[in-house]
């Protein structure tokens, strides 16, 4: 099973909007409305933003939204500030009935 | 609060084996699926294996398939993996993290616990 591709670095300054791709196959990201997004800070665990596609977590804030698009999924992160620079992984159920991640999107808030 | 705290890492030789553990708190076990999760140094999260709520379905990785077994045990709120034929490509983070469903999701994980394979 092949990861799925992700973009290795974003940025932005506080306040803009940006978006992190996700690209999968038909046999993940397209076949299952099973993505889930994660947010990883330097030697933390990696915490739930996003799940079934556009679902966001209670806690969560509402400035991080996700959808999709045949096969690639997106994670947007608008009004960005500081705390939201991270690293980022998609990841999505497969038809193998297995879990596949992206190699992950470093964000730098400028 | 949920909570999930693994043990057992440390410093093992090729070919050695390990036994990590995971232990839950703060929701029903028995409830959920349950899935290990690693990453090495530098790197991206790769899923390892996940088990159901009563143990009877378990899937594996490929990268681990026939080496690495999970398992858990409701009555201890454990889940557990087993680890033969170590490999240096082994070491990385382990987490157990709760699963929605076959791993649709995960939420939350564990603060892991590092494994390194090396002579």
């Known amino acids: 099973q092949s990861a799925l591709t992700q973009p290795a670095s974003v940025s932005g300054s506080p306040g803009q909007s940006i978006t992190i791709s996700c690209t999968g196959t038909s046999s993940d990201v397209g076949g299952y409305n099973y993505v889930s997004w994660y947010q990883q800070h330097p030697g933390k665990a990696p915490k739930l933003m996003i799940y079934?596609?556009?679902n966001r977590p209670s806690g969560v804030p509402d400035r991080f939204s996700g959808s999709k698009s045949g096969n690639t999924a997106s994670l947007t992160i608008s009004g960005l500030q500081a705390e939201d620079e991270a690293d980022y992984y998609c990841?999505?159920?497969?038809?193998?009935?297995?879990?596949?991640f992206g190699g992950g999107t470093k964000l730098t808030v400028l | 609060q949920v909570q999930l705290v693994e043990s057992g890492g440390g410093l093992v030789k090729p070919g050695g084996s390990l036994r990590l553990s995971c232990a839950a708190s703060g929701f029903t076990f028995s409830d959920y699926y349950m899935s290990w999760i690693r990453q090495a140094p530098g790197k991206g999260l790769e899923w390892v294996s996940y088990i159901s709520s009563s143990g009877s379905t378990i899937y594996y990785a490929d990268s681990v398939k026939g080496r690495f077994t999970i398992s858990r045990d409701n009555a201890k709120n454990s889940l557990y993996l087993q680890m033969n034929s170590l490999r240096a490509e082994d070491t990385a983070v382990y987490y157990c993290?709760?699963?929605?469903?076959?791993?649709?999701?995960?939420?939350?994980w564990g603060q892991g616990t590092l494994v390194t394979v090396s002579s």
């Open positions: 079934e596609v556009s």
């Open positions: 993290a709760r699963a929605a469903g076959r791993g649709h999701w995960f939420d939350p």
């Open positions: 990841s999505s159920y497969t038809s193998s009935s297995m879990v596949v």
